[in-house]
């Protein structure tokens, strides 16, 4: 009897790196559509704006300048919040876009295409404009967006991580049977500990009794890292502190060379930051939605100590009022909620609670599951 052998289904993820969220959700939906299904499916990756003409192929260049400049970046988010803005966009990018999208469904043929960056989005459904056959998907990786561009009623099916971005994405037009509130796809390593805590700290290096408090300011370090570090090892007595910077080389080799009170570690770039998250009592973190939604997985307070104005207020303002995080803009402010919560066992254990009643550990599973579906339909 001869044997048949079925090719697998490809599902194509479309992202762009404007930050480290976008790819970090691209590689937990990877390994969450292997984990459901190891046998019948494939998954493609592919920088959509790396392979757009020019001047496309300089936007996420564009959007890092804009981050940059607070009055660009003010015009710039507001702009997006703007379907108005967003229409234009769509209608001088279309011609090119379409084009790109031509040539990409021949190099990657795919049952399915999942857009994970607002600007693979509307604009990409916009330029197929019913040509694919196949489904196009949205997955939202902001807590609380008001981004226009993430939204298009001719999507398929957009995937929300919170209540508010679900009425958000209502009131750009998407109706309710088109939206699935799923959380932010992490991955599974931070939704369960493999060891106990005990035996983490001790083969990360750490004291299993004093407190281990986790700065970190997202993939590039940014924000005042050094002045905060410095003021928490001066103003703090008997904390382990691990400092992570991210790809800033430059800051690593100068808090390297630092004298310190308390025990201080000093981390680069960390593939394995699930590690020290479940390592760790409070995290100290830049407003980036992806280390916030795996924090919140682990179960980790946090006090935001840095945002990007507009891009990441609203981050901000969900996590605080939700109890799960403090704002603290300051170094001494950062100080005195750490003194709040150390000295306070309550008020950090209220921290938690709400973390964990935020969080959705298996969203990358459940999000599996539904693009499964999606492709084999």
Request: aromatic fraction near 8%.
């Amino acid at each position: 009897m001869r044997q048949t052998f079925t090719e697998p289904k490809t599902v194509l993820i479309l992202y762009t790196e404007t930050g480290g969220t976008h790819r970090n959700t691209a590689e937990a939906v990877m390994e969450a559509i292997m984990l459901e299904c190891p046998d019948g499916f494939r998954v493609e990756c592919v920088d959509i704006w790396k392979l757009s003409p020019i001047p496309f192929r300089w936007l996420p260049r564009m959007v890092h300048l804009l981050r940059e400049r607070k009055n660009m970046r003010r015009f710039s988010v507001q702009n997006t919040q703007n379907p108005r803005w967003k229409r234009i966009f769509n209608k001088l990018s279309r011609p090119y876009l379409r084009r790109m999208m031509s040539q990409l469904m021949i190099r990657h043929p795919n049952q399915l295409m999942v857009a994970l960056h607002p600007l693979v989005a509307a604009p990409i459904i916009d330029a197929m404009d019913g040509q694919s056959q196949q489904p196009f998907v949205v997955v939202v990786t902001d807590l609380a967006t008001k981004n226009a561009f993430w939204f298009d009623d001719r999507i398929a099916m957009t995937f929300v991580p919170t209540e508010q971005c679900r009425k958000n994405a209502m009131k750009n037009g998407v109706p309710w049977e088109k939206l699935r509130m799923v959380g932010v796809p992490v991955s599974m390593r931070y939704a369960a500990i493999s060891e106990t805590q005990v035996a983490l700290r001790s083969r990360l290096g750490l004291s299993i009794n004093a407190p281990v408090v986790l700065l970190a300011g997202g993939k590039t370090g940014s924000g005042p890292l050094r002045s905060t570090a410095v003021m928490i090892d001066e103003a703090m007595e008997g904390i382990q502190l691990v400092v992570v910077t991210g790809t800033n080389i430059r800051l690593k080799q100068q808090l390297e060379r630092g004298s310190w009170k308390n025990r201080v570690i000093v981390l680069g770039y960390v593939d394995h930051l699930w590690d020290w998250m479940w390592a760790a009592d409070i995290l100290v973190s830049k407003a980036g939605t992806g280390m916030l939604a795996e924090a919140l997985s682990v179960g980790l307070p946090m006090i935001l100590f840095h945002r990007i104005p507009y891009l990441e207020d609203e981050n901000v303002t969900y996590l605080v009022n939700e109890g799960a995080a403090v704002w603290a803009p300051t170094p001494s402010m950062v100080v005195n909620g750490l003194r709040r919560w150390l000295e306070s066992k309550t008020e950090r254990e209220a921290a938690v609670a709400a973390c964990r009643r935020l969080s959705e550990p298996k969203a990358a599973r459940l999000l599996a599951q539904e693009l499964i579906q999606l492709a084999e339909e």
